[in-house]
């Protein structure tokens, strides 16, 4: 079992719907959780961050962690081509110093 | 705050060269983290530093890489007899080393390593 997965896409969603991506890890000790989104070609750009349990939202943007089911998800409102990206998942893992787990990304194409 | 980065952009190196990347971090982070990004996967790490102190190292850093972070300041990556497994970007990460935010890490632009 891989230590962050994430479905690899792509995801097709039309302009202006809701995309939901989604998480899982195996480390119960997490205790933190990253989303990077990141254009072809180019670096990971953090876009949020979250630490417990519940929702956290920033513009359209809405990260939701549930430590229980060891799942994290992001949400993205009134979704825009530009939003088309691949979109990671991180956590540091444990017991080290800090250093960050990816999944391998999910692949979002918002349509117009 | 001009947020971290790296030299150079782009590389094409024969197979057999060594080659050498730098990266600058964000000025006040004192964290600072070495990954290399393979086509559809996700950054894996290879290197971590606190200050000039490297204090963890990835089973995937062979004996042809070496870092350094002289002064705590930036940071060079060396791969020495580069070999075709190599080519990938090379991405330098860096965040605060206390608080919340130090599991926030923020990436450069990378380095894009092509071995032919």
């Known amino acids: 079992q891989k230590e962050v997965e994430q479905n690899s896409g792509p995801l097709s969603v039309p302009e202006g719907a809701i995309a939901s991506l989604n998480c899982t890890y195996s480390?119960?000790?997490?205790?933190?959780f990253f989303w990077y989104r990141q254009y072809s070609g180019k670096s990971p750009e953090l876009i949020m961050s979250i630490y417990s349990n519940g929702d956290k939202e920033d513009g359209r943007f809405t990260a939701q962690l549930n430590k229980a089911s060891q799942y994290v998800s992001l949400l993205i409102r009134d979704s825009q081509p530009s939003d088309s990206a691949t979109y990671l998942c991180a956590a540091p893992r444990t017991g080290g110093y800090n250093k960050l787990i990816f999944g391998a990304g999910t692949r979002l194409a918002v349509h117009p | 705050d001009t947020g971290v980065s790296q030299n150079p952009r782009h590389k094409i190196t024969k197979r057999g060269q060594n080659v050498t990347f730098r990266c600058d971090p964000i000025?006040?982070?004192?964290?600072l983290y070495w990954y290399r990004q393979t086509l559809g996967q996700g950054p894996e790490f290879l290197t971590y530093?606190?200050?000039?102190?490297?204090?963890?190292k990835s089973r995937l850093l062979s004996d042809r890489f070496s870092a350094e972070r002289p002064k705590g300041s930036f940071s060079t990556l060396e791969i020495q007899r580069t070999e075709q497994g190599d080519s990938a970007m090379y991405l330098c990460a860096s965040s605060l080393a206390f608080g919340q935010a130090r599991y926030e890490q923020y990436f450069g632009p990378g380095t894009r390593l092509t071995v032919t």
């Open positions: 480390d119960r000790g997490s205790q933190s």
């Open positions: 530093f606190q200050n000039e102190a490297q204090l963890e």
């Open positions: 000025s006040e982070h004192n964290r």
